[in-house]
């Protein structure tokens, strides 16, 4: 009998039909205006500042109503997006933008160089990407209202890239007036630069969240390709419906009172291939990694003897297969850099190929000097990933003798929770779990959970400094087999020191009603531009 993510958190509850639910939908909904897309997302909106937080659910959000000034195409190549036209010094150190002609923000006001500046400056602070870019910064000066420059201390090749990549924090542009504001404060303000407008009079927070096509917004005039391109709005407006039960999703997709589903119960995928009304397809190819992030400011994961002790109990079969049940969405992968990557190496990976192993679990905490005190997980219990990871967690720490705190709440209170450096007996916390693409995990800089900086890396701040030197050289490496070396020596470093761990590599299957098309795939954003609707 396969275990599922039913069984484990619902005791077997079984699949519900397309009539086995209530239509709360339609109950819940004002009436829709014509060409309108209702989706279910992963997760409920909590935080609408995409360059504070970087959950992927904001990301989505900060997609709609906001631009950049350069997005990756189809082929994961960075194109000009906000910028008309640019050039680089002869000895790269200084690059030159010109924004294009048209851009205005969502009130209306022109879109002008000194607030891609602030907007820059604001990102360079949260973001991991942004901060080992700015280190090189030496100035950003405006030439004029559309122009303005990024002067370097030395050249800088992943420049560009870092402008375009699609791992969160994204380098939106917002006006300066809210782009100024302190970046360790969320902003609240929704003026963007964006396709779409936020619409916060029919936005009802926690139920659901409404855009609507941004009339001035200039799409630009070359095709859609990625998150590049013509970013043409086809319909009137996009519904994000938070329905916190994966069943009656399901049923609302399968009665057309939704559209798009984006994670819709993944063992329930085969038979989902077979309803002739959905558009079953992975939209990420690169997959998404669920990771675990452990706190390295408080006991017991402030000793690297406890973290290599959570490293040897670790099982991801056991949160794969809640999830996906027996599928071929998922696999176990132990490279720092994801599998199926240019990065991916088998560098320090022992301890991955001999499987959980408690004795020497208990050895290493035994090691740490752990001393009972609580171990406080946190559990998002309404995210789909988030919940069962959290379940496992515990239960592998109490296997261990490790006394366990299970904080369960919603997922807007974790990504909130997980932001506080107090102690865990004061509001902090000791292990938390989310997910990142395979795209993400391959770039050592752009992705912000790869920081080994202390206070100033990403959630859990792990502190290496042959780490941080090592992503220096992997960025100043002028060829890619060079970068291979140099990944391979970060991840025998990483596991060492224990930067965090992996729970399994997956492939998320997202399910849309065939009246829906133009649907783009790329990893970390689900784009609404260039969708259509029929019927």
Not at 318 to 342: H, L, N
Not at 428 to 433: A, D, H, K, L, R
């Amino acid at each position: 009998m396969r275990t599922t993510r039913r069984g484990v958190l619902a005791g077997g509850l079984a699949a519900v039909t397309a009539t086995g639910a209530p239509g709360i939908i339609r109950a819940q909904a004002q009436p829709a205006r014509a060409r309108t897309i209702r989706a279910v997302m992963h997760a409920d909106l909590r935080v609408l500042d995409p360059i504070w937080t970087t959950a992927n659910i904001t990301a989505y959000h900060g997609a709609m109503i906001y631009d950049a000034l350069f997005a990756m195409d189809a082929n994961f190549e960075p194109r000009p997006q906000m910028v008309g036209k640019w050039r680089v010094s002869d000895d790269k150190r200084s690059y030159t933008f010109e924004l294009r002609e048209g851009l205005k923000f969502s009130d209306g006001t022109s879109v002008m160089a000194d607030d891609c500046v602030a907007s820059l400056r604001r990102w360079a602070v949260r973001d991991g990407a942004g901060q080992h870019l700015f280190r090189r910064v030496t100035d950003t000066p405006v030439v004029d209202d559309k122009t303005f420059r990024i002067v370097l201390s030395e050249p800088y090749g992943l420049l560009i890239g870092a402008l375009a990549k699609l791992s969160t924090s994204n380098c939106w542009m917002m006006r300066k007036k809210e782009a100024e504001s302190d970046p360790n404060q969320q902003i609240r303000e929704t003026v963007g630069s964006g396709p779409f407008l936020y619409n916060r009079d029919e936005t009802r927070p926690g139920n659901r969240y409404v855009y609507d096509r941004n009339p001035n917004y200039v799409p630009r005039s070359e095709p859609a390709s990625g998150l590049a391109g013509g970013k043409v709005v086809k319909v009137d407006r996009v519904v994000f419906e938070n329905i916190g039960d994966e069943q009656t999703s399901l049923a609302a997709l399968q009665n057309g009172e939704i559209d798009f589903f984006e994670v819709p119960p993944q063992d329930l995928v085969p038979d989902l291939e077979k309803d002739q009304n959905l558009e079953i397809r992975v939209l990420n190819k690169t997959g998404h990694i669920g990771f675990m992030r452990m706190n390295f400011l408080h006991p017991p994961f402030d000793n690297v003897e406890a973290r290599r002790g959570m490293q040897h109990l670790v099982n991801q079969a056991d949160v794969m297969r809640a999830i996906f049940g027996e599928s071929k969405y998922w696999q176990r992968c132990g490279a720092y850099f994801a599998c199926g990557t240019p990065m991916e190496n088998d560098a320090n990976t022992d301890w991955f190929k001999g499987g959980p192993n408690l004795a020497k679990a208990k050895e290493f905490f035994g090691k740490s000097g752990y001393d009972g005190r609580p171990v406080v997980v946190l559990q998002p219990t309404d995210h789909y990933f988030g919940n069962p990871a959290g379940m496992f967690i515990a239960q592998w720490l109490r296997q261990a003798g490790v006394n366990v705190d299970l904080a369960a709440s919603d997922w807007g209170a974790v990504l909130n929770r997980r932001a506080v450096k107090k102690p865990p007996n004061d509001g902090g916390w000791n292990i938390f779990s989310t997910t990142a693409t395979g795209e993400a995990f391959s770039n050592p800089i752009n992705f912000s959970g790869h920081a080994a900086n202390g206070d100033k890396a990403w959630f859990g701040w792990p502190s290496n400094e042959r780490q941080e030197k090592l992503r220096d050289d992997w960025a100043l490496a002028d060829t890619l087999e060079e970068r291979k070396r140099i990944a391979r020596d970060m991840q025998a470093n990483a596991w060492d020191y224990v930067h965090h761990l992996y729970l399994g590599q997956f492939f998320r299957a997202s399910a849309w009603r065939k009246t829906v098309s133009g649907v783009i795939g790329m990893p970390e954003i689900v784009p609404f531009w260039n969708m259509e609707k029929k019927g």
